[in-house]
């Protein structure tokens, strides 16, 4: 197994232009996110899917989108590319669990991908 | 709502000397509770998740963690430090909605560097 790859490792945009982030898992998991990392401020929700066809808000999605059209891939996309979006991209998978007994279930974090916006 | 504080941004220990790193959460509901690492330029990798059926948890690299629910606190430690434990490390609280359904949403703290001299 590959877990969750993301692409590319390294970007550099220009203000305003557009680009997807790829994310890709094949441990067949329903639940699939996107954080950002910013220094002092550890890891923040930007959109999370629970399954194909299903996407919901993070704590802070403005300026993204997101897409999951198939269990496997994930993309974000950033529409117009702001210097305040200059930060690394991890995506996560986990198996969802189910109802009634508590779920304790690991995500699984891809390498990251660096952006930085000029 | 859910949160986590993690008491110290930095902590600094000599090699063979214990580590505690501390960590208190919030959470409306039953939380999951997880501390994972990042070394420079890596992903995110999971040291140790709480079940409910043990308080006292053991991980990888000889860590391991106490949730004490009076306390709200799920504090990370080891008993002596080497050089390799140099890293980032992140409380993260997973909280699940009522009736069990996880929904997978993290939270994560700010962050603790640990810095470990010779």
């Known amino acids: 197994n590959a877990g969750v790859t993301q692409t590319p490792k390294f970007q550099v945009l220009k203000t305003g232009q557009s680009m997807t982030l790829q994310c890709a898992q094949d441990m067949n998991h329903e639940y699939m996110s996107w954080y950002r990392q910013d220094p002092g401020m550890g890891l923040r929700l930007i959109h999370y899917s629970v399954g194909a066809g299903i996407t919901d808000q993070g704590e802070v999605p403005n300026g993204y989108n997101v897409s999951r059209s198939t269990t496997e891939d994930f993309p974000l996309r950033l529409l117009s590319a702001a210097p305040s979006q200059t930060s690394v991209y991890f995506c996560?998978?986990?198996?969802?669990?189910?109802?009634?007994?508590?779920?304790?279930?690991?995500?699984?974090f891809g390498p990251g991908t660096r952006l930085t916006v000029l | 709502a859910q949160s986590v504080t993690q008491l110290d941004s930095h902590v600094s220990v000599s090699e063979g000397t214990p580590v505690l790193l501390r960590c208190n959460y919030s959470?409306?509901?039953?939380?999951?509770l997880f501390w994972y690492v990042q070394h420079p330029n890596k992903g995110l990798q999971l040291l140790l998740k709480y079940t409910s059926a043990a308080t006292l948890v053991k991980g990888i690299n000889g860590f391991e963690a106490e949730f004490k629910k009076s306390e709200t606190s799920f504090h990370l430690t080891k008993p002596s430090a080497h050089m390799s434990d140099a890293a980032e490390y992140f409380c993260?609280?997973?909280?699940?909605?009522?009736?069990?359904?996880?929904?997978?949403?993290?939270?994560f703290g700010q962050g603790t560097i640990l810095t470990v001299h010779p």
């Open positions: 996560a998978s986990s198996y969802s669990g189910t109802s009634g007994a508590l779920s304790y279930n690991e995500q699984f």
């Open positions: 993260v609280v997973r909280a699940l909605r009522a009736g069990g359904t996880s929904y997978g949403k993290l939270t």
């Open positions: 959470s409306s509901y039953s939380p999951s």
